[in-house]
């Protein structure tokens, strides 16, 4: 059973910043992809930053330069450091993983997160 347990959450005022972590267990071998998502109350998720297991990154526009992401292979678990932070990043932070089986993820360049936390709350108020 493939779980994810995010940590890191709380509130910060604008300008602070905070550092959540992910830890995934339940599968052996290297996640294709590990990301963070967020949605805050009224809109859609949307995917904020993903690692490749290359660790090549991906960002959303509106925190490049501000978050970055992170993932230790061999400890199976991921990070975001957010920097900077903007009352429009308030929300509830999900992480993340990209677990399907090597000979399939590998024969493809897209992300396909199949499994996700329970998120953690971000709040951003002065």
């Known amino acids: 059973l493939v779980q994810l347990v995010e940590s890191g959450g709380g509130s910060v005022q604008p300008g602070g910043s905070l550092r959540l972590s992910c830890a995934a267990s339940g599968y052996t071998y290297t996640a294709f992809c590990m990301g963070w998502f967020r949605q805050a109350p009224g809109k859609g998720r949307e995917e904020v930053a993903g690692?490749?297991?290359?660790?090549?990154?991906t960002y959303r526009d509106s925190v490049k330069g501000r978050f970055i992401i992170a993932r230790d292979n061999a400890k199976n678990t991921v990070l975001l450091q957010m920097n900077t932070l903007k009352p429009e990043d308030a929300a509830l932070y999900y992480c993340?993983?990209?677990?399907?089986?090597?000979?399939?993820?590998?024969?493809?360049?897209?992300?396909?997160?199949?499994?996700w936390g329970q998120g953690t709350q971000v709040t951003v108020s002065a």
């Open positions: 993340a993983a990209d677990t399907r089986p090597p000979l399939e993820a590998y024969r493809t360049t897209k992300c396909a997160y199949n499994h």
């Open positions: 690692v490749y297991y290359d660790g090549t990154t």
